[in-house]
């Protein structure tokens, strides 16, 4: 009976701690349900904010860093963005995410002008704070991966950003790798709960950059 019991009180404490794993996740979720979108319904913002993905060996984007990308320069040449936001990791000697990004947007036909690099965006949460506090980002559309954008925007709006967000789906080009992000996306819910709780300042936070403002300034005039 009491090996019974155990066993009883174990499985229950296994349920509840699965439940109250998966709380955050699901509060992330479903708090950003109504400001996630498809590439043709998203509503117009100034920016769009593409968060990092990792870099090949030969500089050139990883498939899913390259699809945001594809992604992002698909809004802008719809209309739906004005300037694009990258915000990478340009942390070590020889990657350089920030830059590749950079250059592929202007391959993909993006005036120069009109894109503006992070070179400090070493987290979500980084990529967020420093786009509002650094580049005075008010208002963008967060373009990331299915897996990864309720928590981009979730993060985003608690930096103050009326951030939206528009995915790219990578289960069939990358299947184990976009289960694996699901998967990630747990526990990474209830680091995001934290810090949209206590609100800390990015890794490196700078003075304030103009890059964002010259880039938006011909549809200001």
Not at 11 to 40: I, K, Q
Not at 72 to 81: I, N, R
Not at 139 to 162: E, K, M, N, S, Y
Request: proline letters at 5%; charged letters at 25%.
């Amino acid at each position: 009976m009491r090996l019974r019991l155990r066993l009883r009180h174990l499985a229950l404490l296994a349920v509840f701690a699965m439940v109250a794993g998966c709380a955050p996740f699901l509060w992330v979720l479903s708090s950003t349900a109504d400001h996630r979108h498809t590439a043709e319904t998203v509503p117009e913002r100034p920016v769009a904010l593409v968060l990092g993905a990792g870099v090949r060996p030969d500089g050139r984007p990883s498939l899913l860093l390259a699809r945001r990308l594809d992604t992002a320069a698909g809004l802008y040449s719809a209309g739906k963005v004005d300037a694009v936001l990258v915000s990478g990791d340009n942390s070590v000697e020889h990657y350089n995410e920030t830059d590749t990004m950079i250059d592929y947007l202007v391959a993909a036909g993006i005036d120069r002008e009109r894109i503006v690099g992070d070179y400090a965006g070493f987290s979500t949460w980084d990529s967020c704070a420093r786009a509002n506090e650094v580049f005075g980002v008010e208002a963008a559309t967060v373009v990331t991966q299915d897996f990864h954008l309720p928590r981009a925007v979730r993060l985003c709006r608690a930096a103050g950003i009326d951030a939206v967000g528009v995915a790219d789906s990578s289960l069939r080009e990358r299947t184990f790798a976009t289960v694996y992000g699901w998967f990630r996306e747990v526990p990474a819910a209830v680091a995001a709960l934290g810090t949209v709780v206590l609100r800390p300042d990015p890794m490196f936070l700078g003075d304030y950059e103009t890059g964002v403002d010259d880039a938006l300034a011909p549809e200001r005039e």
